[in-house]
């Protein structure tokens, strides 16, 4: 065995450089452990940083260890596929029942790239997302609110499994949350005068499509009103974005009328993207929007009629 002294293991914080790299992953990990805190995917909140190029690919294989294995003690399992697999509406929406536990997907894919995955949100289905035959898929399961046991959380991998293998699963009672509605809040900013605006420059580009899951007992008037103040801040904070808004595959161009429609009910996944030369905060866009999805819609409608919100 090849021994490596081990200050060697220290080379990268010898220079400026390296040290400023490994500060700023150190900062993006500990900012990714607060939003896991609060609710969010670990999947979902990577795929956004990899397309705000906050993060680099060979990033992801690291933070999943530090977080998902050291810090949040997730189970997980690996597979070659057996066969190709489609992640279909119908498996999400059982996945989705499995409220007291999150999956994260690390996936090998044929171009030798990694793709990680939130199984749960229904951008999959609407992009045909396939997992190819024989190609090494690696489930993590674990919460970071309930206390699942570890037996919980291994038959959970299993059952994950035979649901990509087309069986019918049943959802068992200890994955279900035990207070599903306990999402901390987040605080607003005090409603203040638009800011001097920044400067944008670059090419402008769409993001992939992100799901929000309306968890108000209908999507009704008050969540429309919060949701139109929360992506004025937003537009305002970065001139020249646009929040792009799509319902079961059609984009909606007045956010008023998915109110009007009144049939979006709790557990409808609402989609958007942003477009723009300088696209941002969109974890924190993604955020803001569910509370205005949530019960909690009234912490947006403070302040004087036209008043801008100091979200961003």
């Known amino acids: 065995m090849i021994e490596v002294d081990s200050a060697n293991k220290l080379n990268l914080l010898s220079s400026r450089a390296g040290f400023n790299l490994a500060l700023r992953h150190f900062k993006r990990v500990l900012a990714f452990s607060s939003d896991i805190e609060e609710g969010e995917n670990l999947a979902d909140l990577l795929n956004e940083a990899l397309d705000e190029s906050e993060i680099q690919e060979n990033q992801i294989r690291p933070i999943i260890n530090s977080l998902l294995i050291q810090k949040y003690n997730y189970?997980?399992?690996s597979h070659n596929l057996f066969e190709s697999i489609s992640l279909s509406k119908e498996i999400i929406e059982s996945l989705n029942q499995w409220s007291a536990i999150?999956?994260?997907?690390?996936?090998?894919?044929?171009?030798?790239?990694?793709?990680?995955?939130?199984?749960?949100?229904?951008?999959?289905a609407a992009n045909e997302q396939r997992l190819v035959k024989d190609e090494l898929l690696v489930c993590y399961a674990g919460s970071s609110h309930e206390d699942v046991p570890e037996a919980t959380l291994k038959s959970a991998l299993d059952d994950f499994y035979r649901l990509l293998s087309g069986e019918n699963v049943a959802v068992r009672d200890d994955y279900k949350a035990s207070n599903v509605s306990a999402v901390p809040e987040p605080a607003p900013k005090a409603v203040v005068k638009p800011s001097a605006p920044r400067q944008s420059s670059g090419k402008r580009r769409v993001t992939t499509k992100y799901g929000v899951n309306v968890?108000?007992?209908?999507?009704?008037?008050?969540?429309?009103?919060?949701?139109?103040?929360?992506?004025?801040?937003?537009?305002?904070?970065?001139?020249?974005?646009?929040?792009?808004?799509?319902?079961?595959?059609?984009?909606?161009?007045?956010i008023n009328a998915l109110f009007k429609w009144g049939k979006v009910k709790h557990g409808c996944p609402i989609m958007f993207s942003v477009a723009g030369e300088e696209i941002k905060d969109v974890s924190k866009l993604k955020k803001y929007l569910f509370e205005g999805a949530s019960p909690r819609f009234e912490a947006f409608l403070r302040g004087a009629v036209g008043s801008v919100l100091d979200l961003f």
């Open 75 to 77: 189970a997980y399992k």
């Open 102 to 124: 999150e999956i994260v997907i690390l996936y090998y894919n044929p171009s030798s790239e990694i793709s990680v995955i939130n199984p749960k949100n229904y951008i999959n």
């Open 215 to 254: 968890t108000n007992e209908v999507f009704h008037n008050g969540n429309v009103e919060a949701w139109k103040k929360i992506i004025d801040s937003y537009t305002t904070a970065y001139p020249g974005t646009e929040i792009l808004v799509w319902y079961e595959d059609e984009k909606i161009n007045d």
